[in-house]
């Protein structure tokens, strides 16, 4: 199966509208069957270069999930790192800041987290709630302790988008490759995906009555990430928008792209030297007596 993920990475520089942006697309997959195929496929071919990542110990991954509640960050995290060995993949999930955190400044608390060499990490949401949700609630500011001179909405933003994207090329001449994801997720959609969240019990404790709220500023959510994807999509930190109503489709689809980044570093296993081998093969003659 040839996925082409060309269409799903905003191409740099450009405008990004999101209400152009499909949330669903023609299914990938032709049959349940054959996405759990695919999908195997693709959990294998990622499962031995995250061992190849590791063990030639000269890159790191991060890949970033951001969208709007039920949009299905957490099932594609579940699904499509199933088969990657837990020591060599971690997942930090970012909520509401904690005082500490919030007493520095608002890349510090991410920081903390960041994969090392040979290692996948995953933020699901990041650094770029503080250019999107705290955009939308800007009242949220107040709480930062930030100086009065820095909450000038004509440069906050900018100077926090410049803040990012040197950071994420700062991580690039570093050996971290970053991958980040917007799930692009249709207003109706998320109507069936709370009423599922209500109807089945076992879904109840995902949803309060906090999600309802934030629904209710749809639109400011999807200008400020209109403006985030813009302002931080980069070569070396690209943006997918991928569609996120179809929950198997949006999977291929970052699974491909993740597989395609890292057979793009062109990773070896640590080549021995002939002393090396000497030493391994006298070894093996003693455990073989």
Request: glycine share 6%; aromatic share 8%; charged share 25%.
């Given at each position: 199966?040839?996925?082409?993920?060309?269409?799903?990475?905003?191409?740099?520089?450009?405008?990004?509208?999101?209400?152009?942006?499909?949330?669903?697309?023609?299914?990938?997959?032709?049959?349940?069957?054959?996405?759990?195929?695919?999908?195997?496929?693709?959990?294998?071919?990622?499962?031995?270069?995250?061992?190849?990542?590791?063990?030639?110990?000269?890159?790191?991954?991060?890949?970033?999930?951001?969208?709007?509640?039920?949009?299905?960050?957490?099932?594609?995290?579940?699904?499509?790192?199933?088969?990657?060995?837990?020591?060599?993949c971690q997942v930090f999930?970012?909520?509401?800041?904690?005082?500490?955190?919030?007493?520095?400044?608002?890349?510090?608390?991410?920081?903390?987290?960041?994969?090392?060499?040979?290692?996948?990490?995953?933020?699901?949401?990041?650094?770029?709630?503080?250019?999107?949700?705290?955009?939308?609630?800007?009242?949220?500011?107040?709480?930062?302790?930030?100086?009065?001179?820095?909450?000038?909405?004509?440069?906050?933003?900018?100077?926090?988008?410049?803040?990012?994207?040197?950071?994420?090329?700062?991580?690039?001449?570093n050996g971290t490759r970053i991958i980040k994801f917007f799930l692009h997720l249709s207003e109706e959609e998320q109507r069936k995906r709370f009423l599922q969240r209500i109807d089945e019990p076992e879904k109840n404790w995902k949803f309060s009555l906090a999600d309802m709220k934030e629904r209710k500023y749809w639109k400011e959510y999807m200008q400020a990430y209109e403006a985030c994807l813009h302002a931080t999509n980069t070569e070396t930190a690209p943006w997918y928008v991928v569609p996120a109503d179809d929950k198997k489709n949006a999977r291929l689809i970052i699974s491909h792209v993740i597989v395609e980044t890292l057979k793009s570093l062109n990773m070896s296993y640590p080549t021995m030297t002939k002393a090396r081998q000497k030493e391994l093969q006298t070894i093996r003659k003693r455990l073989a007596k």
């Open positions: 199966m040839n996925i082409q993920t060309k269409g799903y990475r905003i191409a740099e520089g450009t405008t990004v509208d999101l209400s152009k942006r499909p949330t669903r697309v023609k299914n990938i997959y032709t049959s349940k069957k054959q996405y759990k195929q695919v999908l195997k496929q693709h959990i294998e071919e990622l499962s031995d270069l995250q061992r190849l990542l590791y063990a030639s110990n000269r890159y790191a991954l991060l890949l970033i999930f951001q969208a709007m509640d039920a949009a299905g960050k957490d099932s594609a995290i579940r699904h499509v790192m199933s088969g990657v060995n837990p020591q060599g999930s970012f909520k509401h800041p904690s005082v500490t955190e919030l007493d520095h400044d608002f890349l510090w608390r991410t920081s903390q987290s960041l994969p090392e060499r040979g290692r996948i990490g995953i933020f699901n949401r990041s650094y770029y709630e503080e250019v999107l949700i705290v955009r939308v609630h800007p009242e949220i500011l107040l709480g930062q302790g930030l100086p009065d001179e820095l909450l000038d909405e004509k440069t906050l933003w900018q100077d926090r988008y410049r803040s990012i994207v040197d950071l994420e090329n700062h991580l690039y001449r």
